[in-house]
C-alpha cells in the first residue's frame, strides 16, 4: 500500500503542534488555578478560555477522570503522533501499515467527534476559547489528512480502536498524577468559597 510522504509529514507536524497546544493549555491552567494568573487567550468576555476551562463540564470531566481537558488533548495529540511516527516507518520499510493507518482513523474520528461536541458547548455558552479553536483547526487538519489524503478501501477498524484505546490508557496513567495536581478550581474561586464558607458558620451575635 503506496501511503504519501507529505501526507504523512503533514500528520507529524500537526501532531506536534497539538501537543504544543495543549501542553500550553495546561501550564496556562495551572497558572490559572494556582496564582489566578489569567491566560494569554483570555482576550475578552467572549473569547475568554478561562472562563471555559472553569466551566461545568470541565471541571466535571476533571474531576472524574483526574485529568483535565487539556490533558485529554494532550492524550489524544500523543496517539496522533505515535501512530504517525509509526506510520512513517512501517511506510520505509514498506510494511503493513494497515493496523496503524487503522489506528489512525479511530482516533481522528473520536477527535472530531470530541471537537464538535465542545464547539457546541461553547456555543451554549457562548463564549470562546482562543486555543481551543486552533486545537479545532488542528484536528480538522488531522481528519482531513488521514481521512483525504491517506485513503485506504481496506481497514482493520477494530484492532486499530483496541490499539488506540490500550495506548490511551497508558498516557492516562502516566498523565494521572499531574493531573491529580492540578486544582479543580481558580485560587480565586476557592478563596471565595471559603470566604463564604466562614460566613456561613460565623455566629450572628446581633440575634
Known sequence: MKLSRTAIITLLIAALAGVA???YQWLALLALRNSGEKPLCAVNETLDCSAIW????STSVHQFSGIPVAGWGLIWSALILVFSIKLLLETQKNSDSLLVL????VTAIVGVIGTIVLILYSLSLQVFCLSCIIFYIIVGIIA???????KTDHTKMLAG???ALALSV????ILFIPGKNTPLQSVMNRTLITTNEKAATTPDHDT
Open 170 to 173: 497508558v498516557f492516562a496513567l
Open 21 to 23: 497546544t495543549t501542553i
Open 54 to 57: 472553569d466551566s461545568a463540564v
Open 161 to 163: 480502536g483496541g490499539l
Open 144 to 150: 482531513f489528512t488521514i481521512f483525504v489524503k491517506l
Open 102 to 105: 487503522s489506528a489512525l482513523r
